[in-house]
């Protein structure tokens, strides 16, 4: 009986971060909001330059909600000329308008376009580690987690949707976990309570005088930069490129390209 050879299996593999021929692929449509920050839609391409690296041939095209080009509904047209199909994965952290509402409205309003929305990049260990990591750049050092004097506030735009306000409070707590147990609180640029300064304060009122920023934010742009001002010792960058979030974007993406009980984004449109 011949025993299969289990190196040799193993390079038949498809590496890590790959699938079947991308060629066949449906084209990644990463949305994200928008904004008058210049620095922001340069981050947004050098982390789709990231995710290219991790799934060569895959057709990545970038689109924004409102105030910077491409937008959506061009993006989404010419993917639809092109005669392919399209899966849009939000740049955005939680649930809310732009992801039930604003996303699907534009599938819908492209009838000759094949798509899907995946699911926000959300409570998930690889934006955690992204988060822990753009905290430890700023300075945040491993024993820091068993401090009584550290926390860290989670900045974040901020919705009125409670499934928003959910999935951050649920990001926090991974965070903190992953920090070794420090008490990580929410705070929010705007629509949603505490604001960042009222979380920093809260902090400080329970002993925590050295309190961390994490910019839960794809992107510069104002929001971050209010975020970070609130800063009584460290700030996080936003995620940008970070790795980890490359490979997050992909794992949306393979999400829902995949999944069978993925709802088509014509029929979010008219919920």
Known sequence: MNVPDPVAR???????????????????????????????????????????????????????????????????????????????????????????????AAVAATPALRARVAEPLGAHPLLVEALAGRLAEAGWAPEDGSSAATGVVLASAGSRDPRSGAEIRRIAALLGERLGGVPVVPGYASAATPTVAEAVRALTARGRHRVAIASCFTAPGLFATRAAAHAPWIAADPLGAHP????????????????????????????
Do not use: C, K, Q
């Not at 060569?56 to 970038?62: E, H, K, N, Q, Y």
């Not at 994965?89 to 809310?96: M, S, T």
């Not at 992909?250 to 984004?265: E, I, K, N, W």
């Open 10 to 104: 193993s390079r038949a593999l498809p590496a890590p971060g790959t699938t079947a021929p991308a060629e066949a692929a449906p084209t990644l449509v990463a949305v994200g909001h928008g904004s008058r920050d210049p620095r922001a839609r340069a981050t947004l391409t050098r982390l789709l330059d990231r995710v290219r690296e991790l799934r060569p041939g895959l057709d990545v095209r970038l689109a924004h909600i409102e105030l910077n080009t491409p937008l959506l509904d061009d993006t989404l047209a010419r993917v639809a000329a092109d005669g392919r199909e399209a899966v849009l994965v939000p740049l955005l952290l939680a649930p809310g308008h732009h992801v039930t509402h604003d996303l699907p």
């Open 244 to 271: 980890a979030l490359a490979r997050l974007v992909l794992h949306r993406y393979d999400r829902a390209r995949t999944s069978r009980t993925t709802t088509p984004a014509r029929e979010l449109a008219a919920i």
